[in-house]
């Protein structure tokens, strides 16, 4: 009898503890819930594009086979270059990530090797603000050079460095400056190599959040 007493005490003194134990969970479990989904908000990725421009001297050094020796002549041609279309950048925090889509055209001094193609670039970059409209950004990225092309172009690469500034005003807008340094492999000429120095210059627009 005092067996069945005691054992009924304790399962009352369980009952006791869990249902608080409960009751707190489902008070707690919804406030945590949509804490997590402010701090989720808080870390979207605002997303801005617009039109860039890009201009700058490039030089190419390749290989040509002389059909009246039969051997490779090394030569170099040098040259202004001029691009322009479409750039996305995606910031988040103290990064951005910075997709763009241009149409080159590399003037060298040698016909042989000036060529219009199509250049796609993705960057990494650190941002650095100094105030709410001021900031420095810096970073590196890859290229790939595609057609179509205004001749036969066997395509290319590379990688390049770019840092800049940029400016927010108005309310969505953004003014992106950089300075970039690219080198890699150019699609004409036999083991084409090319090194370019540049500005770039883009106005964005913020199109939402990620």
Request: aromatic share 14%; proline share 2%.
């Amino acid at each position: 009898m005092n067996r069945e007493k005691l054992s009924g005490g304790a399962r009352k003194g369980r009952t006791a503890i869990i249902i608080p134990f409960v009751c707190a969970l489902v008070l707690l479990v919804p406030r945590i819930s949509f804490a997590a989904q402010e701090k989720a908000e808080e870390e979207l990725f605002f997303t801005y594009v617009g039109p860039v421009l890009e201009a700058g001297l490039a030089s190419v050094s390749y290989d040509k086979w002389n059909h009246t020796n039969a051997v490779l002549d090394s030569r170099t041609a040098a040259g202004p270059y001029f691009s322009g279309g479409v750039q996305l950048d995606i910031f988040v925090h103290d990064f951005v990530g910075e997709f763009a889509l241009q149409v080159r055209d590399s003037m060298f001094d040698k016909a042989e090797v000036a060529a219009i193609y199509v250049r796609t670039a993705a960057f990494g970059k650190y941002l650095y603000a100094f105030n709410e409209s001021f900031f420095a950004t810096g970073g590196f990225g890859i290229l790939m050079d595609t057609g179509p092309a205004s001749k036969t172009y066997d395509g290319g690469g590379g990688i390049a460095a770019a840092i800049g500034a940029g400016y927010s005003f108005a309310r969505d807008w953004r003014i992106m400056f950089d300075i970039t340094a690219n080198f890699g492999r150019y699609g004409i000429g036999e083991e084409a190599k090319t090194t370019a120095y540049g500005v770039k210059l883009a106005v964005m627009y913020k199109i939402g959040r990620l």
